[in-house]
């Protein structure tokens, strides 16, 4: 629960905010409209299109996850599943939306496959994804910095599956594509010191870098936020499209 806790408050800064609202522009849905949020963790997206009068269903494997969406909006409708075997009729939903979730797939197609049977004719389907391989973060030690980044990409399945989304859906039948990216710039090194440390103990575990190196880069990327000299540049992708 304590990483649910951490979650929360990424879900409410307003790069967040921001993105979750340009993921329901493109889902284009009306009140009355059902909708279901695959990989829906704690369930922001899930309250805000339910205030919206949008009939969302929440899905994701943890249970932890669906405990507490489910404690926020008790007026949705829940499921624990995986993404690639909703509990869902065919062509039972106007909108698709799916964030977070294809780097943690080593095989999206039937993701998104699915996505297709449970869309009515006509619906809409958001695939929102980070890749990690577009991920910049400024450094004295740029080679390093690369390195590091790799250690980060090493955590994932598919770090770089968002750069494949638009293929992979019209590959499903999906026509129409739209392709969005929205911009993270963070300034605060607090903000991400986690994900940092997280990323360079990764490289070290992959034999990228040795500790010392990672200690160094650690402290010159802290010491940067100490100056107001940390930045980092984190590229979201929202394809969208239409069954």
């Given at each position: 629960m304590a990483e649910l806790t951490f979650l929360d408050r990424i879900e409410q800064t307003t790069d967040a905010l921001a993105l979750r609202a340009e993921s329901y522009r493109l889902l284009d849905l009306a009140p009355g409209d059902t909708c279901v949020d695959v990989a829906c963790g704690a369930g922001h997206a899930v309250a805000e299109l339910t205030r919206a009068q949008i009939k969302t269903?929440?899905?994701?494997?943890?249970?932890?996850?669906?405990?507490?969406?489910?404690?926020?909006?008790?007026?949705?409708?829940?499921?624990?599943?995986?993404?690639?075997?909703?509990?869902?009729?065919?062509?039972?939903?106007d909108?698709?939306?799916?964030?977070?979730?294809?780097?943690?797939?080593?095989?999206?197609?039937?993701?998104?496959?699915?996505?297709?049977?449970?869309?009515?004719?006509?619906?809409?389907?958001?695939?929102?994804?980070?890749?990690?391989?577009?991920?910049?973060?400024?450094?004295?030690?740029?080679?390093?910095?690369?390195?590091?980044?790799l250690g980060l990409e090493s955590r994932s399945v598919n770090p770089r599956a968002a750069r494949s989304l638009r293929d992979w859906i019209l590959d499903t039948g999906f026509h129409n594509p739209e392709v969005v990216v929205h911009n993270q710039i963070v300034t605060d090194h607090a903000l991400l010191a986690r994900q940092l440390e997280s990323a360079a103990a990764a490289a070290v575990t992959k034999a990228l870098i040795t500790r010392t190196d990672a200690d160094e880069w650690l402290a010159e990327q802290a010491d940067r936020g100490k100056r107001d000299r940390f930045l980092a540049v984190l590229p979201t992708l929202l394809v969208a499209a239409t069954r």
């Open positions: 269903i929440g899905v994701d494997l943890d249970t932890d996850a669906i405990a507490t969406a489910r404690a926020r909006t008790p007026d949705a409708v829940f499921h624990v599943a995986p993404s690639d075997q909703l509990p869902l009729e065919d062509e039972s939903v909108g698709y939306r799916a964030a977070r979730l294809f780097h943690l797939l080593a095989d999206p197609l039937p993701t998104i496959t699915e996505a297709q049977r449970v869309l009515r004719p006509g619906g809409r389907a958001v695939l929102v994804g980070q890749d990690y391989g577009f991920l910049m973060i400024d450094s004295s030690d740029q080679d390093l910095t690369d390195v590091v980044l």
